[in-house]
């Protein structure tokens, strides 16, 4: 499964760069996390993904979701196929543009970052940290989970908006301490926010993405 993308190449170019992928929310394209590719760390090399599946024109999702009074009800192979894809891109990324693969970080907004998260706990060894901006953790992901001690090296940071009416804050809480149990360094913040990315979310994603590459080169 081949995804589409758009590309922001380091401000200096250099040998092995480090990577940093892009993973919108449902409804979304290529092109909406364009805040991060104008602000994030210029050291990176920035690849905005676009979702696999088509919702309507211009809009796609990583998985599809169906609300009913029983809860949630996820397509299991849609979100499968992405996840593979995705580790997928990783490989073709890492060989194709000559990215570090040992700074790898994964950046994702709702099933976005329910995406990252499912990559970090199944395929640790292809990425360095991530990013979960209003996600969660599927349950389908716990049989294919690598052990602890593969998860060791990653970095992690969870924000979520107290208000969130489509990922409620108790799913930040469960995959806070999921990650927490299994000796994964992470951050946490809350914000005065819905399901959505404030400037303040912004603001502390970009700084905390830059700090990882500034304690790697240290």
């Given at each position: 499964m081949q995804l589409r993308y758009v590309s922001r190449p380091p401000a200096t170019p250099t040998h092995r760069p480090p990577l940093l992928l892009l993973l919108h929310g449902v409804g979304g394209n290529e092109e909406g996390l364009a805040s991060f590719v104008a602000t994030v760390d210029p050291r990176f090399l920035v690849l905005s993904l676009r979702a696999p599946f088509i919702n309507a024109p211009g809009a796609y999702r990583w998985f599809d979701v169906r609300f009913s009074t029983q809860g949630i009800d996820v397509d299991g192979d849609e979100a499968e196929r992405s996840r593979l894809a995705v580790?997928?891109?990783?490989?073709?990324?890492?060989?194709?543009?000559?990215?570090?693969?040992?700074?790898?970080?994964?950046?994702?907004?709702?099933?976005?970052a329910t995406l990252a998260y499912g990559i970090g706990l199944t395929a640790p060894a292809k990425l360095r940290g991530i990013v979960g901006i209003a996600g969660r953790v599927l349950p389908e992901i716990a049989?294919?989970?690598?052990?602890?001690?593969?998860?060791?090296?990653?970095?992690?940071?969870i924000q979520h908006g107290v208000n969130d009416p489509v990922v409620p804050l108790a799913r930040a809480h469960a995959t806070r301490d999921l990650f927490a149990d299994l000796g994964v360094m992470l951050g946490y913040r809350e914000y005065e926010a819905a399901h959505e990315i404030t400037p303040a979310m912004l603001r502390e994603a970009c700084d905390f993405l830059g700090t990882q590459l500034d304690r790697f080169e240290a």
């Amino acid at each position: 499964m081949q995804l589409r993308y758009v590309s922001r190449p380091p401000a200096t170019p250099t040998h092995r760069p480090p990577l940093l992928l892009l993973l919108h929310g449902v409804g979304g394209n290529e092109e909406g996390l364009a805040s991060f590719v104008a602000t994030v760390d210029p050291r990176f090399l920035v690849l905005s993904l676009r979702a696999p599946f088509i919702n309507a024109p211009g809009a796609y999702r990583w998985f599809d979701v169906r609300f009913s009074t029983q809860g949630i009800d996820v397509d299991g192979d849609e979100a499968e196929r992405s996840r593979l894809a995705v580790i997928q891109f990783v490989n073709d990324a890492v060989m194709g543009f000559g990215a570090d693969p040992r700074r790898v970080y994964l950046l994702g907004f709702s099933q976005g970052a329910t995406l990252a998260y499912g990559i970090g706990l199944t395929a640790p060894a292809k990425l360095r940290g991530i990013v979960g901006i209003a996600g969660r953790v599927l349950p389908e992901i716990a049989p294919i989970a690598a052990p602890a001690s593969a998860l060791r090296h990653l970095t992690l940071l969870i924000q979520h908006g107290v208000n969130d009416p489509v990922v409620p804050l108790a799913r930040a809480h469960a995959t806070r301490d999921l990650f927490a149990d299994l000796g994964v360094m992470l951050g946490y913040r809350e914000y005065e926010a819905a399901h959505e990315i404030t400037p303040a979310m912004l603001r502390e994603a970009c700084d905390f993405l830059g700090t990882q590459l500034d304690r790697f080169e240290a």
